[in-house]
């Protein structure tokens, strides 16, 4: 193929994977096969947002197989994606199907289970959708088993791969808004469900992991509790960068806001992601002054965009735009919050060594 001349060809060429690997989907459910369904009030955003139109669009996979324990799901399935190979047990499925790259979209509950079946079995990748489990104890186990069997784990938060976001922390990587101080995320949602989301962005952007929190949440009752829960929360990563996480539920009607605020200037992403604002300081006089936010040569899906960078990070043979750490630390950061705020809104050290804390 000739050399590559455009800006735009470069990115599209260079994102490509070099084989073609066999995926599946385990749980044929709303966020493995019919979200795209839900469509509205976010028309700035490029779909397909299910994983398995997001595999059968992206590039170096094609989808041979799924699974679901509800055999009306997986009718429903093959209709939708004229996927012939369905069965109602995965293990089944990846003995007889051998697919390399499983995106995992149960609930939560399985989601240990079945990672760290999958894992056993021989796939070379997983990408599971979030809250990436229940517990610390079960995202040590997925981490460790996907570790031991030499399986790369992706968590599917994919505003990681969001190609807005990656343009962003390429500012922030040439030195545009400076060095990166703080972070807020302004949104009314609780810790775990949505804002995994945030806090594996956070994470992303930080890199480096988060050391310490402080939270207060909004219901008492809720706190004492198990279940996901809204509230609002300090973190302190260990190089200093700190993120302030505003999700108290009174503030419903807002809309999610991300804030990437640098030495010399600042990133904003407004309205749940359509929006984005880059402010830098003025070479001469110092002042603030409002730039062209470097939006994507090639917009697409995040959902397909991480789909390829899955396949990639079996090439690179690691995964690092948010590998399961990423999971696990949202996970550890919400019940972090909820400690503090049940020990008195005091400052909690992470990792928690109650490994059995759970949310959800
Ligand atoms: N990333 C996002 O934007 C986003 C959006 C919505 C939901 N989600 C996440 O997706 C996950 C699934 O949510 P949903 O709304 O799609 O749920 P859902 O109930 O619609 O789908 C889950 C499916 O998993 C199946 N299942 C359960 N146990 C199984 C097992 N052991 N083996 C195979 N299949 C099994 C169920 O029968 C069901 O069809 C949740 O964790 C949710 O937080 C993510």
Request: net charge negative.
């Amino acid at each position: 193929m000739a050399e590559p001349k455009g800006e735009a060809f470069r990115v599209v060429h260079e994102t490509k994977p070099e084989q073609t690997y066999r995926g599946a989907v385990v749980g044929c459910g709303r966020m493995g096969s019919t979200i795209d369904d839900e469509h509205i009030g976010m028309p700035h955003y490029p779909w397909p947002w299910a994983h398995a139109p997001a595999m059968i669009e992206a590039r170096g996979v094609d989808l041979i197989a799924a699974a679901d324990v509800d055999q009306a799901k997986l009718e429903d399935f093959k209709r939708r994606w004229g996927t012939e190979a369905i069965y109602t047990n995965y293990r089944e499925m990846v003995e007889k199907e051998q697919p390399d790259i499983v995106c995992l979209t149960t609930r939560p509950d399985p989601r240990a289970e079945v990672t760290i079946g999958l894992a056993e079995s021989g796939v070379k990748a997983i990408y599971a959708t979030k809250p990436m489990c229940r517990t610390l104890a079960e995202a040590d186990a997925m981490i460790d088993a996907c570790h031991k069997h030499g399986v790369v784990l992706a968590i599917a938060c994919h505003l990681n791969w969001y190609n807005w976001y990656t343009n962003a922390r390429q500012v922030i990587a040439d030195g545009v808004i400076g060095d990166l101080r703080s972070m807020i995320c302004h949104s009314p949602s609780t810790l775990s469900n949505l804002h995994s989301h945030t806090l594996a962005l956070f994470r992303l952007f930080a890199e480096a992991p988060a050391q310490w929190v402080f939270g207060v949440m909004d219901s008492e009752e809720r706190a004492a509790g198990d279940s996901d829960l809204s509230g609002s929360g300090y973190i302190v990563y260990e190089n200093g960068v700190r993120a302030i996480m505003n999700t108290q539920a009174e503030t419903s009607g807002h809309n999610w806001t991300l804030e990437f605020i640098g030495d010399k200037g600042r990133i904003v992403s407004r309205n749940a992601h359509a929006q984005f604002e880059l402010w830098s300081t003025h070479p001469e006089t110092d002042n603030p002054i409002q730039c062209q936010f470097p939006n994507p040569w090639y917009p697409r899906s995040s959902m397909v965009d991480a789909i390829e960078g899955v396949c990639r990070s079996i090439e690179a043979g690691e995964e690092l735009i948010c590998p399961g750490e990423f999971g696990r630390e949202a996970l550890e950061i919400a019940i972090g919050l909820r400690e503090s705020h049940r020990r008195g809104n005091v400052r909690v050290d992470l990792p928690l060594e109650d490994r059995n804390l759970r949310m959800g």
